[in-house]
């Protein structure tokens, strides 16, 4: 039985660690989105699979049993083309999907579908600093008349896509008091994000409560409709009862 990890979060490393200590033939695979990303305990392959024929393909030829999908709450077309893709071969498939954040007391938070939606709340001259990546940077474009930061892990190669905004470049997880001397210096007056979860990146929703500093919150897409679970734990158990 070989396992395939679809990865790129921490519950994907702590995965593939479990998996080598467990013995189980598996390979992660890596979008390529990051330059250098952290090593893994599981042999790796970086690189998409072209379509849903490609990723077919290279199911049959790897001679895959099983896919754990354990990718980014926000990477859903590719979860969407690996839940189809398994369905139609019949072969087992979970879904790794970690508990969204939740507001807590003292939190400002307003929960927007989409990164077009942003302009509608935020107001002209504002300072907003975007922790939802470079991916969807363009679709920003409507926050006109503001300064917009986008924190990246890697440099850019690139100028910014639209006037008033640059780059910030760092590789979390930041500490809470370093996200709160980040935003204070930088002078930020909304945050957006995407509702990711995870305590690795909370720490910016944590600075904010503590500055005052309103966050706009970009609800999650759909998960497939395929077997979910939502810790390392059960991922592992799943294996173990393949």
Known sequence: MTILLMAGTSEAKDIATGLAAMGVPAVASLAGAT????????????????????????????????????THPFADRITARTAAVCAGLNMPYVYVLRPPWTPQ????????????????????????FLGTGRQTLHQFDGLVGCR????????????????????????????????KAT???????????????????????????????PVLMITRPAPPKAVCVNTVADALNWVLAL
């Open 105 to 128: 007391a003292g939190d400002n938070w307003t929960q927007i579908a989409s990164e077009q939606e942003a302009a509608a709340h935020i107001p002209k001259g504002a300072t907003v």
């Open 148 to 179: 917009v930061i986008c924190r990246q892990i890697d440099p850019p190669t690139a100028p910014f896509p639209f006037a008033g905004g640059m780059f910030l470049t760092g590789r979390p997880p930041f500490a809470v008091a370093a996200e």
């Open 35 to 70: 330059r250098a990303p952290h090593p893994l305990a599981i042999a790796t392959r970086v690189g998409g699979y072209g379509d849903a024929d490609g990723f077919r393909t290279y199911l049959k030829d790897a001679g895959i049993h099983a896919v754990i999908d354990a």
């Open 183 to 213: 935003f204070a210096r930088l002078g930020v007056d909304w945050i957006v994000v995407k509702n990711a979860g995870g305590d690795a990146s909370a720490t910016k929703l944590t600075a904010a409560r503590d500055l005052g500093i």
